[in-house]
T-cell receptor, first 113, second 115 residues
Framework: AQRVTQPEKLLSVFKGAPVELKCNYS??????LFWYVQYSRQRLQLLLR??SRESIKGFTADLNKGETSFHLKKPFAQEEDSAMYYC???????????????FGQGTILTVHP | GAVVSQHPSRVICKSGTSVKIECRSL??????MFWYRQFPKKSLMLMAT?????????EQGVEKDKFLINHASLTLSTLTVTSAHPEDSSFYIC???????????FGPGTRLLVL
């Protein structure tokens, strides 16, 4: 079975402060990890995926297979970063096929001015 | 590009009736579409995966006779909640991708309220 855990439901920081949203996963095979973001009243959209190793809007995330983590980081948070962030995993184990996403519970990030 | 729409955005129906929700990929051909359900303040839960022209694959615990999924074309998938009950009230979200392993693009969601 695959599982994604985001231990923080709420995270508050001040503008300009570093931010780290935690994500841990459980998966027996080779995972693909994603971060999705949902701004207020908008649809879910892909922020980044680990295989592309991109930095989007200043956010980065490194897959740590030893710690089974995929934490999302940004050195200087901005007010417009306030949103709901979901960590998600895609993989294959047993009868599960690639492409299916398992989402974490989500973390609401609030960046104060 | 890669826009996915859902219709309706919200629907209220009486218990016992059926409700159809449409998911459309507007500017790309979606070989695979996914249907999720989201409870208040909860995460998205995958209900089923549908590939164009074939039967949907349902997740464990999801009743396929209750939630009928049709993916008859590369731009349209429908979810029909049959004989809806109040416990079916939820936020239903679809996503579409160009292939099973490709990036999923999400629709805006449909709020269903069953009275």
């Amino acid at each position: 079975a695959q599982r994604v855990t985001q231990p923080e439901k709420l995270l508050s920081v001040f503008k300009g402060a570093p931010v780290e949203l935690k994500c841990n996963y459980s998966y027996s095979g080779s995972p693909e990890l994603f971060w999705y973001v949902q701004y207020s009243r908008q649809r879910l959209q892909l922020l980044l995926r680990h295989i592309s190793r991109e930095s989007i809007k200043g956010f980065t995330a490194d897959l740590n297979k030893g710690e089974t983590s995929f934490h999302l980081k940004k050195p200087f948070a901005q007010e417009e970063d306030s949103a709901m962030y979901y960590c998600a995993l895609s993989g294959r184990a047993g009868g599960t096929s690639y492409g299916k996403l398992t989402f974490g519970q989500g973390t609401i990030l609030t960046v104060h001015p | 590009g890669a826009v996915v729409s859902q219709h309706p955005s919200r629907v209220i129906c009486k218990s016992g009736t059926s409700v159809k929700i449409e998911c459309r990929s507007l500017d790309f051909q979606a070989t695979t579409m996914f249907w999720y359900r989201q409870f208040p303040k909860k995460s998205l839960m995958l209900m089923a995966t549908s590939n164009e022209g074939s039967k949907a694959t349902y997740e464990q615990g999801v009743e396929k006779d209750k939630f009928l999924i049709n993916h008859a074309s590369l731009t349209l998938s429908t979810l029909t909640v049959t004989s809806a009950h109040p416990e079916d009230s939820s936020f239903y979200i679809c996503s579409a991708s160009k292939g099973a392993q490709e990036t999923q693009y999400f629709g805006p969601g449909t709020r269903l309220l069953v009275l």
